[in-house]
């Protein structure tokens, strides 16, 4: 029987970690890498604060939904991945990110502590910065994989999710088995197989094909 598409994923990111451990690469003269961090509930955006005023790049992004309560409905901020946060340093100064109040640890698979791609990243901060519509959403892996070619998140690839008459792409980060959906204009998006003709090379994104 063939591996199920989680075992799939485990292997993949297993493959990345075991690459990294094993080679003793010089940190001194390689960039510094993103990596996902587990901080205190509710405390994602006060500790991104105190991560960059400590000199470090991080980023915890949120997204507006709206929130019922039994007189009203208002519109409130929550963070896209609860209870992690990311941040980009060298490994031998992850110390100074530990010792933040609130950040209990580096995520790790088998022990040694996994870079997220930049490519996530990049994806992920390309969607807060078109303040495009966005939500969590279940990290999933199968399914035809699409680009964007126009507008604010032109050269994003992912797969394209519908839902009743909604467009949307699903962007993963793989290390933290997590996912975010955004909505799209279905007119602006073309198969992969034929934008790889593009000069670019977009970000490679997670995600899945499915309809409601």
Same mark, same amino acid.
């Given at each position: /029987?063939?591996?199920? /598409? @989680?075992?799939?994923?485990?292997?993949? &990111?297993?493959?990345?970690?075991? =690459?990294? +451990? $094993?080679?003793?690469?010089?940190?001194?003269?390689?960039?510094? $890498?993103?990596? =996902? &961090? /587990? &901080? #205190?509930?509710?405390?994602?955006?006060?500790?991104?604060?105190?991560?960059?005023?400590?000199?470090?790049? =991080?980023?915890?992004?949120?997204?507006?939904?709206?929130?019922?309560?039994?007189?009203?409905?208002?519109? *409130?901020?929550?963070?896209?991945?609860?209870?992690?946060?990311? +941040?980009?340093?060298?490994?031998?100064?992850? *110390?100074? &990110?530990?010792? *933040? %109040?609130?950040?209990?640890?580096?995520?790790?698979?088998?022990?040694?502590?996994? %870079?997220? %791609?930049?490519?996530?990243?990049?994806?992920?901060?390309?969607? /807060?910065?078109?303040?495009?519509?966005? !939500?969590?959403?279940?990290?999933?892996?199968?399914?035809?994989?699409?680009? *964007?070619?126009?507008? $604010?998140?032109?050269?994003?690839?992912?797969?394209?999710?519908?839902? #009743?008459?909604?467009? !949307?792409?699903?962007?993963?980060?793989?290390?933290?088995? @997590?996912?975010?959906a955004v909505e799209i204009d279905a007119d602006s998006i073309v198969p992969v197989s034929i934008s790889h003709h593009s000069s670019q090379h977009p970000p490679r994104?997670? $995600?899945?094909?499915?309809?409601?």
């Amino acid at each position: /029987m063939g591996l199920t /598409m @989680r075992e799939l994923c485990l292997e993949s &990111v297993e493959t990345r970690v075991n =690459a990294q +451990c $094993a080679s003793a690469v010089d940190e001194s003269s390689a960039p510094p $890498a993103w990596y =996902a &961090v /587990m &901080v #205190k509930h509710q405390h994602e955006r006060p500790l991104e604060s105190a991560l960059r005023h400590k000199g470090f790049e =991080a980023l915890a992004p949120f997204y507006r939904t709206r929130k019922r309560w039994s007189d009203r409905v208002k519109e *409130i901020e929550l963070p896209l991945f609860p209870g992690y946060l990311f +941040c980009r340093f060298h490994f031998d100064q992850r *110390i100074g &990110v530990l010792d *933040i %109040p609130g950040i209990s640890r580096v995520v790790s698979f088998n022990g040694c502590p996994v %870079p997220i %791609p930049t490519e996530e990243i990049a994806a992920i901060r390309a969607v /807060m910065d078109a303040k495009a519509v966005v !939500r969590p959403w279940p990290h999933l892996k199968a399914g035809d994989r699409v680009r *964007i070619e126009r507008g $604010a998140l032109r050269g994003i690839e992912g797969t394209l999710l519908r839902e #009743k008459e909604l467009f !949307r792409l699903v962007i993963g980060i793989e290390m933290l088995q @997590r996912s975010v959906a955004v909505e799209i204009d279905a007119d602006s998006i073309v198969p992969v197989s034929i934008s790889h003709h593009s000069s670019q090379h977009p970000p490679r994104l997670l $995600a899945h094909c499915a309809s409601a």
